[in-house]
């Protein structure tokens, strides 16, 4: 993949999850609330969940979390590997929990919004799944080019 792209992809990922947290937690919850009323209650049903709509709204907004940091620790480390040799898997862990650990600091200057140490946890296993991801690719794009010799 061409290194541009990945730059640019980056710089939006890292504008999305902030310029969420700059938003006051009305706005905030009534963008997740409109996914939660009406795209997730048949998912939720069919796998057993029948809780009110604010508690599918709170668990639609952690998987929010979860997976646009699961998209940052991936083009993050795709990035970094590039230029590091050693430690790249901790270091890309480390740069993504520092993002994350900045987002909950933005949040707490948002009207209606407050930071929470589990959201910094939830945003470091996305970028542990996302790191995971990325390798599990190359390495089968490793063994394919392997097979083909």
Not at 36 to 55: Q, V, Y
Request: glycine share 10%.
């Amino acid at each position: 993949m061409k290194r541009w792209i990945l730059y640019i992809v980056l710089g939006l990922i890292v504008f999305f999850i902030w310029d969420n947290s700059l938003q006051n937690g009305g706005s905030s919850d009534g963008f997740s609330l409109i996914f939660a009323e009406k795209l997730a209650p048949p998912l939720a049903h069919n796998l057993g969940f029948h809780g009110n709509i604010w508690a599918l709204n709170r668990i639609v907004r952690k998987l929010a979390h979860l997976t646009e940091f699961t998209i940052l620790g991936g083009v993050l480390y795709a990035i970094l590997r590039r230029y590091i040799e050693y430690g790249t898997v901790f270091k890309t862990i480390g740069l993504g929990m520092s993002i994350a650990i900045l987002d909950e600091f933005i949040q707490r200057f948002s009207p209606g919004r407050s930071s929470q140490f589990s959201d910094v946890v939830i945003d470091t296993i996305g970028v542990v799944i996302g790191i995971f991801l990325v390798k599990l690719v190359y390495r089968i794009g490793q063994k394919k080019s392997i097979c083909k010799k």
